[in-house]
């Protein structure tokens, strides 16, 4: 055997010894693409299902048939959750406009009658700011309506309360895309940046001095979020200016809740970094937020395509709040002054001083 490849293979040998004597190394390699594999499997596996939509059924029925009924009654699946509203047509529309549902099927009045002189018009009021949940539902009631009443010259009224039928899927979808790169650029880079100081001896040093954990833990916060906000404007602006992605809402409100969120995962990140050895260790953690991440929170497609049983756990994930909140801001043209936007903020700023305060709580350990 050559001297070179007998270095070769001892180069090997001892690279393989690590991972025997570093057994949290070891149980990741094997166990987290077991764990891709079935996650994604099971969450991308679903269509969209239990989306909340109205129906304003004034239909008084011809000849004592109601064909509305008809309608409704071949609406097949669990796409739509179809609840029935009485209160009007104008309170309905106030109910998407609110983020309450997201459709409104309404018969006029004298619907069943119009059918048979093939002048019958079905309004569907939408909230575009998911143009898959956008197309589900419409596709779904246009299939119920081929099979009531085939061939018939029905007019589907389309009225989008927010969006329209030109907004894209990448319109719904760069919100939470720019939030995603935010949080995975703030969190590795400090947790990296923690154990790297650790392992050089600079944390020790440092905390032999009067510099206390929480002055340290705001310190590399501060720096972080300079850095969280250069990327929010490279990324929104690449967004803004390659794509064309509409921006309807406070572009200065979506820049508040970005740095809100890249905050929160400066923290989440020191804290994490508390159990890494060494930085090996700690890109370990990398998958263990990116996958809640991608999966739960709507990012990629909407959170009524999550089944049922893993939906829950959507609501314990920072980015859910943070993606929607943006979206709601740009797509939608919501303030602080909506519900919805006001209770993204707030748990955002929970996460915020939650995270910070365990941040600088487990960071003195690891001096």
Same mark, same amino acid.
């Given at each position: ?16 010894? &690590?991972?025997?004597? #570093?057994?949290? *190394? ?19 596996? @679903? ?8 129906? /304003? ?7 004592? =048939? ?17 609840? *029935? ?24 009045? =004298?619907?069943?009658?119009? %059918?048979?002189?093939? =002048? ?35 007019? %589907? ?6 969006? !329209?039928? #030109? ?8 919100? +939470? ?7 995975? /650029?703030?969190?590795?880079?400090? /947790? ?47 967004? %803004? ?8 809402? =406070? ?22 970094? !508390? ?20 999966? %739960?929170? @709507? ?20 980015? *859910?709040?943070?993606?929607? +909140? ?11 002054? #909506?519900? &919805?936007?006001?209770? #993204? ?9 939650? *995270?910070?305060?365990?941040? !600088?709580?487990? /960071?003195?350990?690891?001096?």
């Amino acid at each position: 055997m050559s001297t070179g490849l007998r270095r070769t293979l001892a180069v090997a040998r001892k690279t393989l010894s &690590q991972f025997r004597h #570093d057994r949290r *190394t070891l149980g990741f390699v094997v166990a987290m693409p077991l764990l891709m594999v079935v996650v994604f499997g099971y969450t991308f596996g @679903g269509e969209v299902h239990d989306v909340r939509t109205l129906v /304003v059924n004034e239909d008084d029925g011809f000849l004592g =048939n109601n064909s509305a009924e008809r309608i409704l009654t071949n609406v097949e699946g669990d796409t739509l959750d179809l609840v *029935t509203w009485t209160g009007g047509l104008e309170s309905a529309r106030e109910e998407v406009a609110a983020g309450r549902a997201w459709a409104v099927i309404a018969f006029p009045a =004298n619907f069943s009658a119009r %059918l048979v002189t093939r =002048n019958a018009t079905i309004t569907l009021m939408l909230d575009g700011s998911s143009p898959p949940i956008t197309t589900a539902v419409t596709a779904k009631l246009l299939a119920a309506i081929q099979k009531s009443f085939p061939g018939s010259l029905l007019t %589907l009224d389309r009225d989008y309360v927010y969006g !329209s039928e #030109d907004t894209r899927f990448i319109d719904s979808f760069a919100p +939470g895309v720019v939030a995603l790169a935010v949080m995975m /650029v703030t969190t590795i880079l400090s /947790v990296i940046m923690v154990v790297r100081e650790r392992g050089g001896g600079i944390l020790e040093r440092l905390f032999s001095t009067s510099l206390r954990p929480v002055e340290f833990v705001l310190g590399l916060a501060l720096a972080l979020a300079v850095i969280a906000l250069a990327q929010s404007t490279v990324v929104l602006g690449a967004a %803004l200016l390659l794509f064309q992605v509409k921006v309807v809402g =406070n572009i200065a409100l979506a820049f508040a809740l970005l740095l809100l969120f890249a905050i929160g995962n400066q923290g989440l990140g020191i804290m994490m970094s !508390s159990a890494a050895k060494n930085e090996l260790q700690a890109i370990q953690f990398v998958p263990l937020v990116l996958f809640p991440s991608l999966l %739960l929170t @709507g990012v990629f497609f909407p959170l009524e395509a999550i089944p049922g049983g893993l939906r829950p756990l959507s609501y314990f994930v920072p980015l *859910t709040y943070a993606a929607d +909140g943006l979206r709601s801001v740009m797509l939608r043209g919501w303030g602080l002054g #909506d519900l &919805q936007v006001a209770l #993204d903020v707030l748990v955002l700023v929970v996460y915020d001083v939650l *995270t910070l305060l365990g941040a !600088s709580l487990f /960071v003195r350990r690891q001096a």
